[in-house]
């Protein structure tokens, strides 16, 4: 059974994914293994446009993976990820508040995500407003996680899918 964790940058799909404690597929982790370079270098390299197909062929290669999905938070953007996502029952968006999700995503210097680096709060907000339809359509479950750690998100997922 596969479980596929969606939302905006920041919004805990990878420690969520860990605290499920299923086989995890990092689809940003297997991005970057696919182009052989970082997520940084493919946008400053090819280009957002590049990065987005080989996201569309890693998620046409994981969508039935025996475990729990990590998204990048953009997999939505593409109509070619968005018809993958469609066929798929356990897809769980982790929907959080765009002021949280800004805090955590200025605050996590481990991850360095060219969307953000090239956006202040009012340039992520607009691109997080164009992207909120197409993870509510995209999503089997919405859960609002902002007053949830990630243990309580993955159990509240385990609760839905067992
Ligand atoms: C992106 C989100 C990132 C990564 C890439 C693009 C986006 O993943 O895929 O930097 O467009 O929102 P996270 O959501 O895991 O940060």
């Known amino acids: 059974m596969s479980i596929i964790l969606i939302g ?3 919004s805990g799909k990878s420690s969520v ?8 597929a990092d689809m940003d982790v297997l991005i970057a293994q696919k182009a052989g370079k970082s997520i ?19 998620l046409s290669e994981v969508s039935d993976f025996d475990g729990v999905v990590a998204t990048g938070g953009g997999v939505i953007t593409t109509e070619a990820s968005r018809a993958i996502l469609k066929k798929q029952k356990n897809v769980f968006f982790l929907k959080a508040d765009i ?15 060219p ?15 164009k992207r909120e339809n197409w ?3 995209a ?22 899918v067992c």
């Open 99 to 113: 002021q949280n999700l800004y805090e955590r995503i200025k605050n996590d210097t481990e991850n360095v995500r």
């Open 115 to 129: 969307i953000a680096q090239n956006n202040d709060f009012g340039g992520l907000y607009d691109v997080y407003k």
């Open 135 to 137: 993870y509510n359509e």
């Open 17 to 24: 994914a860990e605290a499920l404690g299923l086989p995890v």
């Open 139 to 160: 999503a089997s479950y919405v859960i609002e996680t902002d007053e949830m750690t990630a243990c309580e998100v993955a159990a509240a997922i385990k609760e839905i």
């Open 40 to 58: 940084p270098e493919i946008f400053a390299e090819d280009g957002e446009k590049h990065f987005r197909e080989l996201e569309t062929a890693v």
């Open 8 to 10: 905006f940058m920041g």
